[in-house]
């Protein structure tokens, strides 16, 4: 899986397991919980209600975000993630973090978060 799955993943929840297909088990006595579509989730509300979200620096950070997230933010996969995102110049500097960021960001409200104005310009 991608670097920005995984963080879509974790953002969303895992939508994109839904799709699986079931294994036959024991008859559902209750019908499940039904989850937010993805056009409603809040993404700052979902990051904010992280365990340790209060001393990550995670809305401007990339390494933070990830490591919010429990996704390795080495060197090598912000690369990664900065490739998938159409930056091949990425150098890891702190203007490169910033952008690729707002990039995510940008990416994850093109994929239905609510994702304030501030975290995305």
Partial sequence: MSIFGKIKNAIFGGEAKAAEPEVAAAPVTAAPAKRAAISEVDVVSRLDNIPGSDKLNW???????????????????????????????????????????????????????????????
Avoid: C, F, W
């Fill in 59 to 121: 809305r401007t950070s990339i390494v933070d975000l990830m490591k919010l997230l429990q996704i390795d933010a080495s060197y090598g996969n912000r690369k990664e993630l900065a490739q998938e995102l159409g930056n091949s110049d990425y150098s890891g500097s702190a203007e490169d973090n910033i952008l690729l960021h707002k990039q995510v960001m940008n990416k994850i409200a093109v994929a239905g978060g609510i994702v304030p104005a501030e975290l995305k310009d």
